[in-house]
């Protein structure tokens, strides 16, 4: 017979059944499968861990989007933020759906290029634009988003040698209650700067000013702070009439949605704080249509959200390794995905939880990746049943910034799979193998 192994006795508080000041414990939440696929049966064939994305998801988010602003303004332009998600897959799911692209490098530009969108309908943005990047957006006639009067100077220069119109627009920082204010990108509004810049271009004889745009914050749970953001952005529009006689094309409110993702710190639920879609085009139409511009020269107004868009879709699959103990008797869960892949983790609570019914006892419990690094925490402390090695667990809300974020750290990035409209499974990035660096590298140095 067997000795049995020993474990050293340890003291937990229990909290199954146990009211919190939120009331009683709600039953733990199971994700067994993802579109009607077994969770198990993902695993079994492309390997844990496995990011999974949601077409099905994708298309509804963005057409809930489309819904709540084309319903309350009368020109809405969606663009897809590249930095966000830019696997070619997802990109084309976008724009499919009639986003543009919105891009913030030469390497994000040459990805929109390359999948067919039309260099009219990129909006370049970001800080570091080479003047080899600025001449690829000039001839392939893209919107220029102007960050600093560095880009604005090199912009005049480069327009002149090639003897081309160049359309721009800049880019704004303001105050809009948001703390900290984001004023490290563009030109700021309350000192002039924004209004300094807009007399130079229209100075200028090789920039076409078509409109404006700012970017306040990420993860903004305030939609009032975009009504202050479109009303001083309306009045940058009108100014600009007033003074030259020239109406823009557009305002571009950029990005920053909240997604249902609670935020590490955060007291209640993303599910129950995040801002609907509804409510950020109620206060964003209301300031532009409440303003001093004539109803017949409304720009269209355009908007950059990502997180928003994709978080939602996407799923990290993962399997237990191994329990442990603290020094302290705090339970610790060791599983095989880390923080080189999931990025996110830094930032949000992210819910995690069993493939398959388990333990009715609830323990709290930090959960772990697999890496030799103290900082791969992916849950600090959660409240989570007692699952054994091998049990397949799902990480959620997880589509925004990982997949563009990761690094090869220890271990090979995994599958990347989409189950498509019509329950079919594709692989959209392959794991990476040896071969991967072995042929990226030089081995005769």
């Known amino acids: 017979m067997e000795k049995l192994k020993y474990d050293k006795p340890v003291i937990s508080r229990i909290t199954a059944g146990v009211p919190s000041k939120f009331g009683l414990p709600s039953k733990q939440?199971?994700?067994?499968?993802i579109d009607g696929i077994p969770v198990s049966r993902l695993i079994e064939e492309y390997g844990s861990p496995l990011f999974v994305?949601?077409?099905?998801?994708?298309?509804?988010t963005i057409a809930e989007a489309k819904q709540a602003f084309?319903?309350?303004?009368?020109?809405v332009q969606f663009a897809w933020s590249y930095k966000t998600n830019y696997l070619d897959a997802i990109c084309n799911i976008f724009h499919d759906e009639g986003a543009w692209a919105?891009?913030?490098s030469g390497f994000e530009f040459e990805k929109a290029l390359s999948l067919g969108v039309n260099g009219s309908q990129i909006i370049y943005n970001g800080p570091e634009k080479s003047e080899e990047d600025l001449e690829l957006a000039i001839n392939n006639d893209a919107y220029i988003h102007i960050d600093h009067f560095d880009e604005l100077y090199l912009l005049m220069k480069i327009t002149k040698k090639l003897n081309k119109k160049a359309r721009v627009a800049i880019r704004v920082n303001m105050d809009t209650g948001i703390y900290p204010m984001w004023d490290r990108f563009g030109f700021n509004?309350?000192?002039g700067e924004a209004w300094n810049a807009i007399n130079r271009i229209m100075l200028a004889g090789n920039l076409e000013l078509t409109g404006l745009h700012t970017h306040i914050g990420t993860y903004i749970m305030a939609p009032s702070a975009y009504a202050i953001?479109?009303?001083k952005m309306a009045n940058l529009f009108v100014a600009t009439n007033r003074k030259f006689n020239h109406w823009m094309k557009y305002i571009d409110l950029g990005g920053g949605f909240a997604s249902k993702n609670p935020l590490k710190g955060a007291y209640m639920p993303g599910s129950e704080t995040c801002p609907s879609f509804d409510e950020y085009a109620e206060h964003i139409s209301n300031a532009i249509i409440s303003s001093e511009i004539p109803h017949e020269n409304l720009p269209a107004l355009f908007l950059e959200t990502g997180r928003a868009l994709i978080d939602d879709a996407g799923y990290l699959l993962t399997t237990v390794l191994a329990n442990k103990r603290s020094s302290t008797g705090r339970r610790y869960l060791v599983i095989d995905a880390g923080v080189n892949i999931l990025f996110t983790s830094f930032w949000y609570n992210l819910g995690i939880f069993p493939s398959k019914p388990v333990s009715d006892y609830m323990e709290e419990t930090?959960?772990?990746g697999p890496l030799c690094m103290n900082i791969d925490v992916i849950r600090d402390v959660v409240n989570f049943p007692h699952v054994k090695s091998g049990d397949q667990l799902v990480i959620e809300r997880i589509g925004a910034y990982n997949v563009t974020q990761w690094m090869q750290f220890i271990t090979y990035r995994p599958n990347v799979i989409l189950t498509d409209t019509e329950g079919?499974?594709?692989i959209i990035r392959k794991k990476e193998s040896m071969e991967t660096f072995k042929n990226s590298e030089n081995k005769n140095i």
Do not use: D, H, L, M
Request: glycine share 0%; hydrophobic share 30%.
């Open 189 to 191: 509004y309350e000192n």
């Open 70 to 75: 084309e319903t309350r303004y009368p020109k």
């Open 366 to 368: 930090t959960i772990y």
């Open 229 to 231: 953001a479109a009303t």
């Open 424 to 426: 079919n499974i594709k």
């Open 102 to 104: 919105e891009v913030v």
């Open 53 to 60: 994305f949601s077409e099905k998801t994708i298309r509804n």
């Open 29 to 33: 939440k199971i994700i067994s499968e």
